[in-house]
């Protein structure tokens, strides 16, 4: 059970809109938190507010603890309960033995902890009904009665599909697509809801839809039906507690009925279809007529995989209307909302009844302005082609609105046939985004237009590839690619707070776990439930699995909690240990080749050089136009290894971060293991892959995995940077990277004491580059840099979050924020902004999990900068200036030698680095603009 500690900072921010932060920032801090430190806190918990005032007959009581540590405290109390409220409060005391009164009281809640306390069972169709070319929508009912006061009511609910509730004719919750994806077979979520306000005294109704959602939908890179099963059904324990301590529960089972009504066909990639003549009005009302209503069948299904949602819920978010409208015969339009997203339309018309409304969804227009899907279409032969597209049919009233319920699409375009009118009109119509609802976390903003939109672009990309899962794009496949996940993870986090959405990631990511260690390639894995040929020559590929280690490494960064990766470790070491096994396989080429068996040095170097199985590689580098089909053939069929220096490094990345994971959790034995084998993995690939001062092959890609994973001897580095530099400006700052190396291209050129470099190459807007995108009207990132080819043909998704992973960049080096919570201590920021790239200022707000920093630094006219920074209460920070001459630097006017609150730390070539409590700082030192 994680506590929120009441001391936290907690200013407000106001953004100019919803991608950007105000840049004139409010600076202040309570003078009573500045340098707070905690020494010690004290939590208590009982079963009501009366209780616990008294300080009787206490649930948990933890006693003076002496921490620093403010959230992400365990419950460690008296056994708890299902469904039973626990209320609590804290108290801490400061560096200076003063203690704070008690916080106001809060409270968590429990939902049902064991099988048993299910009275619901899973109800479904009749076997036969809703079996063929149509799979409609079951809708279920129940009817009950209320005879007694009523104190509280709460439903628990889950499906198999995806479900809608209803109580006396209102929806309940206003999350869509739950329960959500998972690992099915081995984890089933859900939900709960606070209904008392629902439920009335005399008869009741409750109704659920369910749609086909990725339990039978079509799911991943074939597309393929009926994963986890065939039928659909649901399931509900609804708990209505009276006010003399009694209970009234209404559950699932032999009496409740089902029919089929207007949702046709709901499917998350194909569409849905609506045939509103079928609408029965009422249907979740009591006393409606359900004589022909059919009997739910009773299934057999376990409840013992049930758990409970512990990550934000998918919502309706931002709504875009029609920016402009093109028509383009007397009966379609095509509608441009001027954002790609992730969602879904809705529209209002009137029109004849059986009229058919046609609503097709893309993200590009082909070369005559018409919509296109032909970019997002299986390359390989036999596979259902991407649709995209709602169908509604009138039933012919004054005045009728659609939005599907169980379906969304990828689009900033949708094409309308079928209207009844020869006019369209944009009120008529609003797209609505659909996301996981994150809390916002981080705020950018800086003086350059173009960087501000490549957030925005990043942020939109993220927000469409979030729909519970962290998808690849929100059309062609959207799988959990696991490649992509832990490529966008770090900048996931500065921008919404992600951790229990990764966290449920990564229960399924061990869920779907192989014995042997293989992780499958997207997660949850279709292809546990139903192999297919394609998963399963391709899952374990390295690069992708390594997920199972970076996601957790870079969650416990963020937060300092060990829980993550305890819960995670025996994952990571099992992947590990699978690519530890695999060094010790060569491809048959090499096997059978005279010449290599004979060469010694080469059979020396082998075992630690991960050359065998199938690996994607980095992926999609400038040109590149990869097919899976051609791939498989060139990686398998021709033993093809040139991805092996890519598949080393991150084995010997993923050996260096479990070794240290070992340290925090205290396995001596596996550290030192782990330890090992990163260093002779290091050492091997240093011998096959550096040459006189040089990486084999000579590129980008491979120069930024060595700097970023310390795979090279510390005395090459310099050599090696430079390099990289070298080769970025003879590429004309251009990127020459793919998947798995832009993430940390910007990143290796900074810490090497490129900065310039890396924002130039940042601001180059020709292809291949990120700017080029904006010109080219992208409102998200592209999957490839010639998303638009240069005869203005499309290729590949438009929404991917893969080549923004430079996101966490623009924290951690343009506004200078760094989170860094893996030693115990509360110096958790390092505040290092990169001066320069033609910027006149740049500004970060971060609400991290130890409270709110802010930085801004601005270059003034008298050639001087100057920096604001905010560091909350309870934490330190390290700040690190552009300048060697410690005594031009002041604060606040006054030169900050001999602050006892600004201490030096150390002092570089070209850095100079003080230590910082918190409070409001504002900084100036000489600078020349670049």
Same mark, same amino acid.
């Given at each position: ?559 300092? %909690? ?14 590990? &240990? ?177 900065? &310039? ?28 840099? %010639? ?70 630094? %601005? ?72």
């Amino acid at each position: 059970m994680a506590l929120c500690h009441s001391l936290r900072c907690e200013h407000s921010v106001t953004p100019l809109g919803v991608d950007e932060p105000n840049p004139l920032l409010e600076w202040h801090i309570e003078s009573e938190q500045a340098g707070f430190l905690q020494t010690a806190y004290r939590i208590q918990a009982a079963l009501s507010k009366e209780v616990l005032e008294q300080e009787r007959d206490l649930t948990w009581d933890t006693g003076e603890v002496e921490s620093w540590h403010t959230f992400d405290i365990p419950y460690e109390g008296l056994p708890i309960a299902s469904a039973q409220r626990y209320f609590w409060r804290v108290a801490s005391r400061n560096q200076d033995g003063i203690w704070t009164p008690w916080s106001k009281t809060s409270w968590w809640e429990t939902g049902l902890l064991r099988t048993e306390d299910w009275h619901a069972k899973f109800i479904e169709p009749g076997k036969e009904d809703g079996v063929g070319a149509e799979r409609p929508a079951p809708y279920f009912r129940a009817v009950f009665d209320i005879d007694q006061p009523i104190k509280s009511a709460r439903a628990y609910v889950s499906c198999h599909g995806i479900y809608e509730l209803s109580l006396n004719g209102a929806p309940v919750g206003d999350a869509v697509f739950a329960p959500g994806y998972t690992n099915y077979p081995d984890r089933l979520q859900y939900q709960t809801y606070d209904v008392t306000e629902f439920v009335r005294s005399g008869g009741n109704a409750v109704g659920m839809i369910v749609g086909d959602g990725w339990y039978r939908g079509r799911l991943g890179i074939t597309s393929q039906r009926d994963t986890y099963g065939t039928v659909l059904g649901a399931l509900l324990h609804l708990d209505i507690l009276h006010t003399d301590g009694t209970h009234t529960v209404v559950a699932t089972g032999e009496d409740w009925k089902y029919a089929f009504g207007p949702i046709r066909n709901s499917d998350l990639k194909d569409g849905e279809t609506y045939d509103a003549r079928l609408e029965f009005d009422g249907w979740d009302i009591f006393g409606f007529d359900d004589s022909d209503w059919k009997p739910a069948q009773v299934a057999e299904h376990r409840l013992g995989t049930l758990v409970a949602s512990s990550a934000p819920p998918v919502r309706r978010k931002e709504r875009f209307r029609p920016i402009n409208i093109t028509k383009c015969s007397h009966d379609t339009f095509l509608l441009d909302f001027g954002q790609n997203i992730a969602g879904r339309v809705r529209f209002r018309i009137t029109g004849p009844r059986g009229t058919r409304v046609r609503i097709r969804h893309g993200e590009t227009l082909d070369q005559n302005g018409r919509l296109s899907l032909k970019h997002l279409q299986p390359t390989a032969p036999g596979l259902p082609k991407l649709r995209q597209e709602d169908l509604y049919i009138l039933k012919g009233d004054d005045s009728e609105e659609y939005e599907p319920r169980f379906t969304y699409h990828g689009f900033r375009y949708a094409e309308v046939s079928g209207w009844p009118s020869d006019i369209l009109v944009a009120d008529s119509f609003e797209a609505i985004a659909i996301r996981t609802d994150f809390e916002r976390t981080g705020y950018f903003r800086c003086s350059d237009p173009d960087l501000n939109r490549l957030y925005r672009n990043i942020l939109w990309s993220m927000r469409g590839n979030s729909v519970d899962i962290p998808t690849d794009c929100p059309t062609r496949e959207r799988s959990g690619w696991t490649a992509d996940a832990h490529l966008f993870a770090a900048t996931a986090t500065y921008a919404y707070d992600t951790r229990t959405f990764y966290e449920k990631w990564l229960s399924d990511l061990y869920s779907d776990q192989h014995p042997d260690g293989l992780v499958p390639d997207t997660i949850p894995d279709p292809g546990g439930a139903r192999a297919n040929a394609v998963s399963r020559i391709t899952d374990g590929s390295s690069g992708w699995g390594d997920a199972a280690v970076i996601i957790p490494w870079i969650l416990y960064s963020q937060t300092g %909690d060990h829980r993550i990766l305890e819960r995670q470790y025996r994952s990571m070491k099992n992947w590990v &240990d699978y690519g530890k096994k695999r060094l010790s396989r060569t491809g048959w080429s090499h096997r059978m080749n005279p010449v290599e068996r004979l060469n010694a040095s080469r059979m020396h170097r082998e075992p630690y050089i991960l050359d065998s199985g199938y690996h994607w590689g980095e992926w999609l580098r400038p040109g590149e136009r990869k097919s899976v089909p051609l791939t498989m053939g060139k990686n398998i069929l021709l033993d093809d290894r040139s991805e092996s220096v890519a598949a080393t490094a991150y084995l010997a990345h993923s050996a260096d971060l479990l070794s240290r994971i070992a340290n925090i959790l205290d396995v001596p034995d596996d550290a030192r293991r782990y330890s090992e084998l990163f260093d002779h993995i290091r050492k091997a690939y240093s011998e096959e892959f550096i040459r006189d001062g040089r990486m084999n092959p000579d590129d980008q890609s491979v120069y930024v995995r060595t700097l970023a994973f310390s795979l090279a001897p510390d005395a090459l580095r310099p050599m090696l940077a430079k390099r990289l530099n070298e080769l970025v400006e003879h590429g004309g700052y251009h990127p020459d990277t793919g998947f798995l190396s832009t993430a940390y291209l910007l990143e290796a050129l900074n810490d090497a004491g490129f900065a &310039d470099t890396a924002y130039r190459l940042l601001k180059t807007d020709t292809y291949p580059s990120w700017l080029h995108q904006i010109r080219n009207g992208a409102t998200t990132i592209w999957e490839s840099w %010639d998303g638009i080819d240069s005869k203005g043909q499309a290729h590949f998704s438009h929404n991917h979050t893969a080549l923004g992973s430079i996101g966490r960049w623009f924290f951690e080096s343009i506004a200078g924020i760094k989170v860094d919570a893996t030693k115990d201590d509360p110096t958790v920021f390092r505040i290092a902004p990169a001066l320069g790239g033609g910027l006149t200022y740049a500004a970060a707000t971060y609400h991290s999990p130890f409270g709110i920093v802010r930085t801004r630094w %601005d270059l003034m006219e008298d050639r001087s900068a100057r920096l604001l920074v905010s560091i909350p209460p309870n934490t330190r920070a390290e700040i690190s200036f552009p300048t060697q001459d410690r005594d031009t630097i002041t604060e606040s006017g006054f030169p900050v030698h001999g602050r006892k609150d600004i201490l030096p730390i150390r002092r570089e070539e070209t850095r100079s680095d003080y230590l910082v409590v918190s409070g409001t700082y504002v900084f100036e030192w000489p600078h020349e603009r670049k």
